[in-house]
């Protein structure tokens, strides 16, 4: 395995079992939801902005393309011949799972439709990690979230969107550490297509 692929790899494993741990996720089963009260009243409930904001924060790794270990550029790995093909599999398979769920349609009304990445990418780009009035998901924000209840319902929806983004991270992460264990029990450079 390339140094430069193990490393990867080790700092994927490490970050990934860090945002398994976060508080974030104590809610176990029932992180989000909503509950209907009365004839005109929903309650939700997700974790707080402390713990959403922490998460958002080692989650900007894995979907920026610039950092090394982003969901997308971990793909560069499938060039290593030494890393097997359970891996690229899994990554892959994880990759189409998330893609999968972001581009369902997420809401639709009186102006237009968005999908579930168009909802992560204005909280997280239009709202919470850059302020740049030019961005689209900034406009976007603009656009859509225009009262406290538009803004309830969209944010509870932000947040099915971070649990599924950290789910694959985690499960990628799993991946990778198998992998790793794999490469250091070969004790040697594994070129095995298959296992």
């Not at 982003?70 to 093909?85: F, G």
């Amino acid at each position: 395995m390339k140094p430069d692929s193990k490393k990867r790899l080790e700092e994927f494993v490490k970050r990934a079992e860090y945002i398994r741990r976060l508080s974030y996720f104590d809610g176990g089963e029932n992180i989000i939801g909503f509950e209907i009260v009365g004839e005109h009243e929903i309650n939700f409930h997700q974790p707080n902005n402390e713990k959403r904001d922490a998460l958002l924060l080692n989650l900007r790794l894995f979907v920026q393309d610039k950092d090394d270990i982003s969901l997308r550029r971990m793909a560069e790995l499938y060039d290593d011949p030494d890393i097997t093909d359970l891996w690229k599999q899994e990554h892959n398979k994880e990759r189409a799972i998330l893609k999968l769920k972001l581009c369902q349609l997420a809401v639709e009304g009186p102006k237009g439709s968005i999908t579930y990445e168009d909802v992560f990418q204005m909280f997280l780009f239009g709202e919470r990690a850059h302020y740049n009035q030019d961005d689209k998901a900034f406009k976007l924000y603009q656009e859509w979230v225009t009262d406290k209840t538009l803004w309830e319902l969209l944010h509870n929806t932000f947040h099915e969107t971070l649990i599924w983004v950290s789910r694959a991270i985690v499960n990628i992460g799993l991946a990778s550490k198998e992998e790793l264990q794999r490469f250091n029990a070969s004790g040697t450079k594994m070129n095995r297509k298959s296992e």
